[in-house]
């Protein structure tokens, strides 16, 4: 085992822990811990919302798919980081306009009492599963460096991770995401000098011509594959509780829309120097065995330097920023939905008992989840299609409709959210036997399936108010005679 990445561990972790439990305040409701009152600047938006999209894939799957792939492997993780900012743009008005409300409580207002559980429970399990996805980037990654077993990376991840979130709630995760933040880039930096003094875009070149690459460069090779993958993100990402937390916890519009801006330059430059650092393995590990994540074996080969300490430190913290923003923001979706159920006052007593033990439950479905799949990017692809396939669509019109439509948002939730849910389950095991497509190529019958069920929905509750109108004008005609 080697003692200096393993003291690495425990101060960076007690590092992270001490910054996200430093004085926490003394919340008074769900507002308060699951949004920090509202009061983030733009600079706060942006750094919490760069960290919570640079997670395990950035790291450790990107530098992998561009190793095998190239330039396109900016598809599968970066350009959808990027194009998902840019949407939000001009959404962070309306989002911010929710207030404290969650996107449940949007749903329910726009399609009725039915559709808040449903919404809630496809929320949460998104959450739960992304959360999963970091938690398996854990365990590999310091089973791959530290030798440790897998189950005791991803506890000691997860432990750290829960302490503070628990602890203090948004505030403290936001907190951590700003020292995360600069860390990510330095690790980024330093990954990218080292290879460019191991390795060459020439040597890149030649190495890719013998491996029989052809389309090592070209930025649309494999695009049909990538394509549904960047949709896949995009579709998940714009409806995540993750952002819209953000968004909603800015202090102005204007803030919001200030950190969305810079976050999405500060990724769209970062994930360009992750797939060349990618890029850049392949004359260094071409005909290597390897039995881990490329980023892991760099760090064993580099051991003893500080350029090892350094991306190592830096593949923790894209670890640990989004588990904790995925574990705080599903935590805020369980509570409030548990507070609505159990008719607790959002600042009456017990609230933060209820705040913590829904951060705990989240965490603790996450560990399960860590346990059964073993695979980042196929843990990763799992949870998106939750949100994809069975939330944007009903999710995006309950934002921009003015009308209440229970039938649209009802059908849509439960074909896609239903699809979403057998795929998932024949992928994990239990419906094995059911003849699915594996994720990517099931989005479009999923988001077909939603959006179809929302427009049979939307027309089936006009029928029905139509029907009504003309029941109401002739009890007014019969009144009159």
């Known amino acids: 085992m080697n003692v200096e990445l393993l003291a690495a561990v425990l101060i960076y972790g007690g590092v992270v822990a001490a910054v996200g439990l430093w004085f926490p305040r003394k919340f008074t409701d769900l507002d308060a811990f699951f949004l920090g009152s509202r009061n983030l600047g733009p600079a706060r938006v942006g750094f919490s919302l760069f960290a919570s999209w640079i997670g395990a894939a950035s790291l450790l799957v990107s530098t992998d798919e561009a190793f095998r792939g190239g330039v396109g492997a900016y598809w599968i993780i970066g350009l959808p980081a990027v194009a998902t900012l840019l949407v939000f743009l001009p959404l962070a008005g309306p989002i911010r306009a929710l207030g404290g409300r969650t996107i449940s ?34 365990g ?17 991840a997860a432990g750290i991770v829960l ?6 709630g948004f505030v403290s995760v936001v907190r951590t995401h700003a020292l995360q933040f600069f860390l990510l880039l330095a690790g980024a930096a330093a990954l990218a000098f080292s290879l460019g003094l191991r390795s060459s875009w020439g040597a890149v070149s030649a190495t890719a011509a013998r491996a029989g690459k052809s389309g090592y460069f070209a930025f649309f090779a ?14 998940a990402w714009t409806i995540s509780p993750i952002a819209w937390q953000r968004i909603q916890a800015a202090r102005t519009v204007g803030a919001a829309r200030g ?16 797939v060349a650092a990618g890029m850049l393995f392949l004359p260094v590990f071409f005909g290597r065995p390897v039995s881990g994540p490329l980023v892991s074996e760099y760090v064993n080969l580099r ?89 944007f669509v009903p999710g995006m019109a309950a934002l921009l409709m003015k009308r209440r439509a229970p039938l649209a948002g009802l059908v849509s939730l439960g074909a896609g959210g239903g699809y979403a849910l057998v795929c998932f389950l024949a992928e994990a095991g239990p419906l094995a036997f059911v003849p699915v497509r594996p994720w990517p190529w099931s989005l479009p019958a999923g988001l077909a399936l939603s959006a179809g069920g929302f427009g049979l929905g939307f027309l089936g509750d006009r029928l029905v108010a139509r029907a009504k109108g003309r029941e109401a004008e002739g009890r007014l005609t019969f009144g009159r005679k």
């Open 105 to 138: 409580d949007r749903m329910e207002a726009c399609y009725g009492r039915a559709a808040r559980p449903a919404a809630t429970l496809l929320i949460v399990w998104y959450m739960v599963v992304l959360a999963g996805s970091q938690m398996v980037a854990a």
């Open 140 to 156: 590999e990654f310091l089973k791959t460096v530290l030798g440790t077993s897998y189950l005791a990376g991803l506890g000691v």
């Open 163 to 168: 302490a503070y979130s628990a602890a203090g």
């Open 222 to 235: 494999g695009a049909d594959r990538n394509a549904l993958v960047a949709l896949s993100f995009v579709l």
């Open 259 to 274: 950190g969305l801006a810079g976050g999405a330059v500060s990724l769209a430059v970062f994930y360009a120097g992750i």
């Open 303 to 391: 051991a003893g330097s500080p350029v090892s300490g350094l991306v190592f430190v830096a593949v923790l913290a894209a670890v640990f920023s989004t588990m904790d923003a995925a574990v705080n923001a599903g935590g805020f979706s369980l509570a409030g939905d548990l507070a609505v159920r159990l008719r607790r006052d959002p600042g009456g007593r017990g609230q933060m008992a209820l705040a913590r033990a829904a951060t705990l439950a989240v965490g603790a479905g996450a560990f399960l989840v860590a346990v059964r799949f073993q695979d980042i990017l196929k843990t990763l692809g799992l949870a998106s299609k939750i949100m994809a396939e069975g939330l």
